[in-house]
């Protein structure tokens, strides 16, 4: 189970030109087309994105922090129920536009199910101002917000997060296989979900935090320094499965 921005693509200044390297590409579709191994994404990104990014066949996909999850023939298999937040994501993407288009390098992106809002780009020191704005449109809507690396997420209140995603997959996906292996591999805050339900649930599982250039604390069992020590990471995995 594999994080996107940060594990498999290095971080980029915009966030839309964020590539997955064609090498890590091929280390991933090197195990996802193995019949006893399964690949699935978990990415803040939408499902439909993370999926264009990775570029590789046969995938599951939790996409939105785990408001959406995906079968490898993207057969919808998310809880219908998260849709009917998208009218509330729709207005408070129209309330908090007004309030940051006087700040410079700020962007707002619509996912539909969550909103993420951009500030690489931005002066560091608009963050208080851009949480401000942030917190004034999401709580009287009702909407939890997330921090990540220069980014704010805005989710729906639902307890859905990295964590429940990653132990709905484990469900399905190792289900009858009590020797399978769980490896979940990520970079960022919201990916610190993901981890702590592993350890917890699936005390065998690998969990792996890439490091990368502004890291904070992690629960993983182990660390890799970037995006090309993870690919190598995958490529070693490929190699010992063959
Ligand atoms: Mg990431």
Wanted: glycine content about 6%; overall charge negative; cysteine-free.
């Amino acid at each position: 189970m594999l994080d996107v921005d940060g594990t498999l693509a290095p971080i980029v200044e915009m966030f839309d030109r964020a590539l997955v390297p064609a090498e890590t590409r091929r280390a991933v579709a090197a195990l996802a087309d193995r019949s006893d191994v399964h690949v699935a994404l978990v990415s803040g990104r939408s499902a439909a994105v993370a999926r264009r990014m990775v570029g590789v066949s046969n995938l599951w996909v939790a996409g939105n922090h785990g408001f959406e999850i995906e079968g490898p023939n993207g057969e919808d298999l998310a809880d219908p129920g998260v849709y009917r937040y998208r009218a509330v994501i729709a207005a408070a993407v129209e309330r908090l536009e007004p309030l940051v288009s006087a700040m410079h390098g700020v962007i707002v992106e619509n996912k539909a199910i969550t909103l993420s809002v951009h500030w690489r780009l931005a002066d560091p020191a608009i963050a208080p101002e851009l949480r401000d704005a942030i917190d004034q449109v999401s709580q009287p809507l009702g909407l939890r917000i997330t921090e990540g690396k220069r980014i704010f997420e805005i989710r729906p209140p639902a307890l859905i997060d990295k964590g429940t995603a990653v132990l709905a997959l484990a469900e399905r996906l190792t289900s009858g296989h009590d020797d399978a292996s769980i490896v979940f591999a990520g970079d960022d805050v919201t990916d610190e979900d993901a981890i702590r339900a592993l350890r917890q649930h699936h005390p065998r599982s690998v969990t792996v935090r890439i490091l990368g250039e502004e890291s904070s604390p992690t629960e993983a069992e182990f660390t890799l320094r970037d995006t090309h020590a993870m690919r190598q990471f995958l490529e070693e995995l490929a190699r010992v499965r063959r």
